[in-house]
């Protein structure tokens, strides 16, 4: 993962807005959105989405692939990249579901 140059909280941030925005359409309606207080939700949750989610899943994935993969420029073999690809399905859903359930939290606590 250090080799390539993704960001770290990109996953991150989408499923934030996404969460967030479905958060508030459900519970306030579509007006809320076009508040001060919606649009400084969603700027803070961008930072801390991307501090508290994205980062921390994103080394997870780098140790990983390091410890347990250890392709390190070799070629894998194609037992171990399927493993890998499943590893990190899981991961992603694992870090949707955290985004999503923190993103419920700030929100209950924010809006309520």
């Known amino acids: 993962m250090a080799a390539d140059r993704t960001s770290p909280g990109g996953f991150a941030i989408t499923v934030f807005i996404g969460a ?3 958060l508030i359409l459900v519970n306030h309606g579509w007006q809320t959105l076009l508040t001060f207080k919606a649009i400084i939700f969603l700027l803070l949750g961008v ?5 508290l989610v ?3 899943f994103h080394l997870l994935g780098g140790w990983i692939e390091k410890h347990y993969f ?11 990249t399927g493993r890998l690809k499943t590893v990190v399905t899981l991961l992603m859903v694992m870090q949707v579901v955290a985004t999503f359930y923190a993103t419920k939290l700030a929100y209950q606590w924010y809006f309520n």
């Open 70 to 80: 250890n392709f390190a420029g070799a070629p894998a073999a194609p037992e171990k």
């Open 54 to 56: 994205g980062v921390p």
């Open 47 to 51: 930072f801390f989405s991307v501090l």
């Open 20 to 22: 967030a925005i479905y």
